[in-house]
T-cell receptor, first 109, second 115 residues
């Protein structure tokens, strides 16, 4: 089945810094989502982005399906951005999203 | 528009008891997915259901676990004879799957503790 990898596994930033999180997938995908799991465990939808680029405030995402990766950009990070960021890919042949292992982000004041 | 609802939010069971977890999808969603998350780990797919049908249960343990999504009412994930290793957060997500839309929305999760 499809493999989904994320990098880096852990990231520590000072408040105000920018960062790029990467998601690689091993097979063609129909769809891709980014989620933020906050320190209270809630999973929050960030982007539904099978291809192209989307922006929402300080966050933006780009998926290049032909090259099998997606990037999540966080600009001017805030302490509330801390948590784990997951990408999830839906393979062309599959029924279900497969989650990556996540990137744990800590933003320090 | 209410989001995905899960209850209970916290559940404590002794070894050998049964656990029943409930999930009500978002309005207009007829597809439900269950995931398990062990502490400090990612989400593992368990089962995908549509109303009255199990579409894919490839991630669900063969014994003690079952899931249903009846025509009326919430989806239920049932764990019989729980063991300590079942302690985890169980998340439910729902989606539409028409017009090429597959976006999943998650509920708040049920945290199961087996003592």
């Amino acid at each position: 089945g499809i493999q989904v990898e994320q990098s880096p596994p852990d990231l520590i930033l000072q408040e105000g810094a920018n960062s790029t999180l990467r998601c690689n997938f091993s097979d063609s995908v129909n769809n891709l989502q980014w989620f933020h799991q906050n320190p209270w465990g809630q999973l929050i939808n960030l982007f539904y982005i099978p291809s192209g680029t989307k922006q929402n405030g300080r966050l933006s995402a780009t998926t290049v399906a032909t090259e099998r990766y997606s990037l999540l950009y966080i600009s001017s990070s805030q302490t509330t951005d801390s948590g784990v960021y997951f990408c999830a890919a839906l393979p062309n042949y599959g029924q279900n999203f497969v989650f990556g292992p996540g990137t744990r982000l800590s933003v320090l004041p | 528009n209410a989001g995905v609802m899960q209850n209970p939010r916290h559940l404590v069971r002794r070894r050998g008891q049964e656990a029943r977890l409930r999930c009500s999808p978002m309005k207009g969603h007829s597809h439900v997915y269950w995931y398990r998350q062990l502490p400090e780990e990612g989400l593992k797919f368990m089962v995908y259901l549509q109303k009255e049908n199990i579409i894919d249960e490839s991630g669900m343990p063969k014994e003690r676990f079952s899931a249903e999504f009846p025509k009326e009412g919430p989806s239920i994930l049932r764990i019989q004879q729980v063991v300590r290793g079942d302690s985890a957060a169980y998340f439910c997500a729902s989606s539409r799957r028409d017009r090429g839309t597959y976006e999943q929305y998650f509920g708040p999760g049920t945290r199961l503790t087996v003592t």
